[in-house]
Each structure stands twice: as C-alpha cells, then as structure tokens.
C-alpha cells in the first residue's frame, strides 16, 4: 500500500510535468523515510555525494560542450553535402544521403531531435525535388535521426553505462548480504537439529548419561549411513552461499565496449533502412544526379573533419590511448577548434552563451544521477531488488520469455517518457533480473536503446514526432504515419538483435572485451 501510494505521487508529479529530478528526488525521499530509524536526510545526502567518485562522470560536461559546439556551427550543412556528393549518384542516393548525414550528426549532437531540425530541414525539400514521395521523405528524415544514440560520442550510452555499473554495485551487495543470512539462518538451523538428535540419542541410550560430553562424538561410527547423515546436517552446505550470490556479467559494463556494441546495430539498421530507400528511389523514379570529383574534393575539405569526430572518439578509446575523459576532452577542444577556428561559423563573443547552454544540460543530467544513486542505494538496502529479481525469475523460466516482456514493457514506456528519464528509472529495477537469468549486460543495454529509438517515433511523447511536425509545419497524424514503415524496419532489427546476442556482441568480443 506504501509503495502504490509513492508510486501514485510520482506518475502525478511526471503528468503534472514536474521536471524528473524533482519527482524522482519525492519519490525517493518518501522512500528513504521508511528507514528505520527515522533519521534519513542525512543518509540520502550521503548517497546522493557518492556520484563525486565516479571518475567517467568528467566525460559528461567535454561531451556537452562539443555537441552545443557542433549543434550552433555549421556542421550539419557541411557533412550534408560531402555525404551527398558520395552517394548521390547512386540510386536513392539522395535518401541514402540523408540517412547517413542524420545519424552522424545525431551521433554529434547527442540528441535526435537537432538532428530532425539540422539536417532534416536541408534534405526533406531536396528529397521531394527529386522526385521521392512526400511521405516517405518525411519518415525518412524523421526516424533516421533515432539511430544516432547508439554511434559513440553518445551521450545516451555514457549515462547508460554509469546507471548500469551503480546498479550491478548495488545488487552484488545485497546478493551478498542475503547469502550471508541464509549462512547463517542454516547454521543456526542445523546447530539446533544437532541439539535435538543428540538429546533424541541421551534418552534411547542409558549409558549416555555416564559418558563425558566431549567424548559423545567419538562413539559415532562415521562409517555408517547414518553416521554419514549426521556429520552432513552438521556441516552447512557450501551451496548456500552460492545460491544466493549474484552471477557476475559475462561482459564487463564499461563505455569501450558499449560503444563497440551499438556498431553492428546501427549498420543492420542502417542497411535496412537503405535498401528500403533504394527500392523507393527506384519504384518512384527520383532523380539522380552525376558523380562530380571536383565536387567531392570540395566538399570533402570542406566537411570531413566534422564527420571524423566519431571516428577519432572511438580510435583513441579503442586503442588505448587515451581513457574516456581525455576523448571526451579531445572531443570538445576539437569542436571548439572546428568552429571558431576553421569554419568560423561560432564566434568568441558567442562562447558565454554556448558554454550556459552546455552547462544547464550538465546540471540537468548530474542532479537525476544524484537523485537515481540515492535510490539505487535505496533498492539495494531495503532488498527490494532481490525480491523483484526472485519473482522476475518465478514467472519468467527462459531468458527469451523474459526478453520478450522487457520488450513490450519498454516499448509501452517509450511512448510515455523520454529516454534518459526511462534510463534513470527502469535500468535499476531490469538489469540485475537480465543478469541472473545470465543475459549479458551489454547486449541488454543495446535491446534497452534500440527499444527508446522507437520509443522517440511514438505517440504521445514521441520527440522525434512533435519536432518533425513543427519544423515542417505538419500535423501529428501526417507525422506519425510517414514513420510506419520505418518503425516495422526497426521493429524487426529489434527482433534480431534480441534474439540473436552475436550481432551486437560480435564487436565486443573481436576486441577483447
């Protein structure tokens, strides 16, 4: 009754549009105050401060500041015509363009909705120029954007990644603290049945009583069935620890190989995507254009050095050059250079404005993750993650059953939230239930975000829509039915990736992670 009623105050303060640092901040304290004894502020400060040792947190700001960077340039208008000068010659070449610019730039950017307004307000009168159905053109620069949050600098993935570690933290020590109960709970229970068969023994043997206490066990014949029996009930099984530890990812949960599991995802969609593009381009009849290499060299110098940001993320963390925070702060220094320096598109005097808007986003996302370790720590503490994870594995006897309702419940909550608010949320209570039904971690986490790009192309909180319908002046309804077909692509990359986990694993494990 307690849990409904927070539960009830906080989908009332998310409905009321509450921001959801406040709201979980409610919930949560309404929580912790049933911590016995009374006094909790206290505690919930102190949890709240443990974010200042997590170290990849530094990432967060360099990643901000290079996506507003590349966000208030003119990024998007370079990579979109470089793109276009390679593929545009192909047939759905300008279709094909406009996907690969609005994942590198969502990518970017770190948010799918700049991407819609950037680079879709460039392609979409292009693409009807050219001869594409006006639908599809709009679907199209609409849901392209979405696969942007798996290709690395994301910032979705590097919250993910952090959640996900405080999460796995948190479960472990209540597994650990649960087996040391049952430990003891079976020597109590079997020193008391010890108790009880030696006293059952004194009474069916009269000379017992004549017999010194330490010289009892000396009589027992262990050679027997039944002496056998009595020496196992003594000695505790080494199995009640076990049977309460917490199985360990298969897959350490780290931003490396996160990064390395979205590859494969994002080109099977991408692919997709393409080809559905190529046989609209082709049925249609849209128009190409001739391969110019004068055009590609110029527009090559001209773009590529934006286009290479990801690239170079990925390089130097791959090879271990450099560790997270360094390519985040390459990253933002890289940015900065690209557009006061060379492409001059950001002035010195626009610097104060560009570094308020990076930091509100900042402070945004470290205050829910404060709020979310304080209720982390909450679920950790009071075993309500032990008691879900227990009748997750009650109802749910295959990890393809279980997969299949983390999908339809996800999917349901992507039409209701946005997806760093179901990240803060749902990734505490699911990953340490997909953890011992031995899925892996990584592979999770790519079903989780694959599930909130669809979530950004559906009603009613579907961002992707309400940006594409205001930018290109179209109601929701016209929005929502250009996206179907590309919502059934990603429907069925959804399917494949779930069920098959090598395709996202297949990268993680190719370098060593």
């Known amino acids: 009754m307690t849990y409904g009623v927070i539960a009830a105050v906080f989908l009332v303060l998310l409905l009321v549009r509450t921001p959801l640092f406040i709201a979980l901040g409610v919930a949560t ?35 901000v500041l290079a996506a507003v960077l590349m966000t208030h340039g003119k990024s998007a208008r370079r990579v979109t015509a470089f793109v276009g000068a390679c593929v545009r010659w192909m047939p759905g ?99 008391k049945l010890a108790e009880q068969q030696t006293a059952q023994e004194q009474e069916d043997d009269p000379a017992a009583e004549f017999m010194p206490a330490w010289a009892a066990d000396v009589h027992e014949d262990l050679d ?109 220094v890289y940015a900065f250079v690209l557009e006061v320096f060379l492409y001059r598109a950001v002035r010195l005097r626009d610097l104060p404005a560009v570094v308020r808007e990076a930091g509100s986003m900042v402070g945004m996302i470290l205050i829910i993750l404060a709020v979310t370790m304080a209720f982390n720590y909450y679920l950790a503490n009071e075993l309500i993650i032990i008691d879900l994870t227990n009748w997750i594995q009650a109802h749910f006897h295959s990890r393809l059953g279980f997969l299949l309702a983390v999908n339809i419940l996800l999917l349901f909550l992507g039409c209701l939230m946005d997806i760093l608010s179901a ?57 929502s039915r250009s996206v179907l077909p590309f919502l059934g692509l990603l429907l069925v990359a959804l399917a494949l990736v779930t069920y098959f986990p090598g395709i996202s694993l297949w990268m993680v494990r190719a370098f060593g992670g």
């Open 29 to 63: 304290s309404m929580c912790f105050a049933l911590i016995q004894p009374p006094p909790f502020t206290g505690l919930m400060a102190q949890q709240m401060y443990f974010i200042t040792e997590k170290s990849e947190l530094l990432a967060i700001p360099f990643f």
């Open 93 to 191: 070449g300008m279709a094909l363009a406009t996907i690969v610019s609005c994942v590198f730039f969502a990518a970017m950017c770190g948010l799918t909705p700049t991407a819609v307004v950037a680079v879709g307000a460039l392609m979409l009168p292009g693409l009807v120029n050219a001869g594409y159905p006006e639908r599809f053109s709009l679907g199209l620069v609409t849901s392209s954007g979405s696969l942007g949050i798996l290709v690395p600098p994301s910032l979705v993935v590097l919250v993910f990644v952090v959640v996900a570690t405080s999460s796995v933290q948190g479960y472990n020590q209540a597994a650990q603290e649960v087996a040391i109960m049952r430990m003891q709970e079976d020597a109590a229970r079997q020193a």
């Open 224 to 332: 027997t069935e039944e002496g056998k029996e009595i020496a196992e009930q003594k000695t505790p099984p080494p199995q009640a620890a076990a049977a309460a530890a917490p199985r360990q990812p298969t897959t350490p949960v780290n931003l490396k190989n996160a990064f390395l599991a979205g590859v494969m995802p994002v080109l099977l969609i991408a692919a997709m995507f393409s080809l559905y593009a190529i046989i609209t381009g082709i049925r249609s009849g849209a128009r190409r254009e001739r391969f110019s290499l004068p055009e590609l060299g110029r527009t090559a110098r001209r773009g590529v050095l934006a286009l290479v940001l990801p690239a170079i993320v990925i390089a130097v963390i791959l090879t271990g050059r450099m560790t997270v925070i360094q390519a985040a702060a390459l990253a933002a």
């Open 423 to 479: 990240v803060f949320i749902t990734v505490p209570l699911l990953l340490p239930a997909a953890l011992q039904l031995g899925i892996d971690p990584i592979h999770f986490g790519v079903i989780f975000l694959i599930n909130f790009e669809i979530g950004y192309l559906t009603p009613p909180i579907g961002v992707n829509l309400f940006t594409a319908g205001a930018v290109f002046k179209k109601d929701l309804v016209q929005v």
